[in-house]
């Protein structure tokens, strides 16, 4: 990784830190709730596409430095299908639990239907909330085959800012497009290559360019939203991962160490959180009446948040646990922060 690339990433890990925050806060499942609710959850789920678009920000230099694209997909898969596979299990047999000892000692009538099952296993559905990771590998084949298959056209940044273009519209006509992972994340993802590319091009000195990208696309979101009221959501998202996306970028080395800290267990905030999901919102329902509060929903988003963060500095710990969370284990991280430092001089 070149220099103006480490100086950006402390900025990315801020970004996709805050991303996961969010996105645990997009599922909560807690109903009835206060009307107030909707409008944290709204906003919340303007992170899904901003998660998307970092993935997509961190593709190029993995792909750099892969030896091919058959050795670029069997790390891909090495790290997202055992994670992936694990999570699905674990929230299912969790609420099979839940459906035995809470909800009348009968499982739901769903475990019973074969569409719940591959949609489960390979599309992340079934109510798992894992489909982005599903659709991250799918969605990072794609990408793959595309960088080593056209060569330089591939490489250019006008390519993927083309691509995220095209998308986007089809997302905003199609609510259910815009919102669910069939084109949204491609989108995400082709955002985030473009912008990659586009910083490669500028080097260290482009903090101010990035950050007057930021402004530009927060005025543009804020005035569409104040005239619009209807705004379709994609297009909502797509601005605000624009606007966050050139930041981060301008942020460099700025962000500290807590931000480096929570990046790098994003992955496993984001896998780890719907078993929360599950066992604070069965706890808090036993404990209090609906229809459910604003300030108790922040409790649960607050609850599910530290937990899945506690959940994934411990796993992340240990060698036998450390892949649970897509993270490398301690040793072989340092084995490769010791080459890595060795090439550097």
């Known amino acids: 990784m070149d220099a103006a690339v480490r100086?950006?990433?402390?900025?990315?890990?801020?970004?996709?830190?805050?991303?996961?925050?969010?996105?645990?806060?997009?599922?909560?499942?807690?109903?009835?709730?206060?009307?107030?609710?909707?409008?944290?959850?709204?906003?919340?789920?303007m992170f899904v596409m901003v998660f998307g678009a970092v993935s997509g920000f961190l593709l190029p230099d993995s792909l750099a430095?892969?030896?091919?694209?058959?050795?670029?997909?069997?790390?891909?898969?090495?790290?997202?299908?055992?994670?992936y596979l694990f999570w699905v299990a674990a929230f299912i047999a969790l609420t099979a639990v839940f459906d035995i000892f809470f909800d009348g000692g009968a499982l739901n009538p769903?475990?019973?239907?074969?569409?719940?099952?591959?949609?489960?296993?390979?599309?992340?559905?079934?109510s798992t909330h894992l489909w982005y990771l599903a659709e991250l590998f799918y969605c990072s084949s794609a990408v793959c085959a595309i960088w080593f298959a056209f060569g330089r056209m591939s490489r250019s940044p006008v390519s993927w800012w083309i691509a995220?273009?095209?998308?986007?519209?089809?997302?905003?006509?199609?609510?259910?497009?815009?919102?669910?992972?069939?084109?949204?994340?491609?989108?995400?993802?082709?955002?985030g290559v473009a912008f990659r590319l586009s910083a490669g091009k500028?080097?260290?000195?482009?903090?101010?360019?990035?950050?007057?990208?930021?402004?530009?696309?927060?005025?543009?979101?804020f005035s569409a939203g104040f005239f619009s009221p209807h705004l379709p959501p994609a297009i909502r998202?797509?601005?605000?991962?624009?606007?966050?996306?050139?930041?981060?970028?301008?942020?460099?080395?700025?962000?500290?160490?807590?931000?480096?800290w929570l990046g790098a267990r994003s992955l496993g905030v984001y896998v780890i959180h719907p078993v929360f999901?599950?066992?604070?919102?069965?706890?808090?329902?036993?404990?209090?009446?609906p229809p459910y509060s604003l300030s108790l929903n922040a409790a649960y988003w607050a609850a599910v948040?530290?937990?899945?963060?506690?959940?994934?500095?411990?796993?992340?710990?240990?060698?036998?646990?450390a892949w649970t969370c897509g993270v490398k284990a301690p040793g072989r991280r340092r084995k490769e922060q010791a080459t890595s430092a060795r090439s550097c001089r």
């Open 7 to 45: 100086e950006r990433s402390r900025g990315i890990d801020v970004l996709r830190g805050i991303a996961a925050f969010f996105i645990a806060g997009r599922h909560l499942a807690m109903y009835p709730r206060v009307p107030e609710c909707e409008l944290m959850v709204w906003f919340c789920d």
């Open 65 to 83: 430095r892969a030896e091919g694209a058959a050795d670029f997909m069997k790390k891909k898969a090495l790290r997202i299908i055992p994670v």
């Open 110 to 126: 769903k475990f019973a239907d074969p569409k719940f099952w591959i949609f489960a296993i390979l599309d992340g559905g079934g």
């Open 164 to 191: 995220a273009l095209v998308l986007l519209p089809p997302c905003a006509i199609w609510p259910e497009c815009g919102h669910g992972p069939l084109l949204r994340l491609p989108c995400a993802m082709s955002l």
């Open 202 to 221: 500028h080097g260290a000195g482009s903090a101010g360019v990035w950050a007057a990208v930021s402004a530009v696309a927060l005025a543009f979101h």
């Open 237 to 260: 998202d797509f601005m605000v991962a624009v606007a966050l996306l050139g930041l981060a970028v301008s942020l460099r080395n700025r962000g500290g160490k807590f931000f480096g």
């Open 277 to 289: 999901t599950i066992g604070v919102g069965y706890l808090l329902k036993k404990t209090s009446a």
């Open 305 to 321: 948040a530290v937990c899945s963060v506690a959940a994934a500095h411990i796993l992340s710990r240990f060698r036998a646990t």
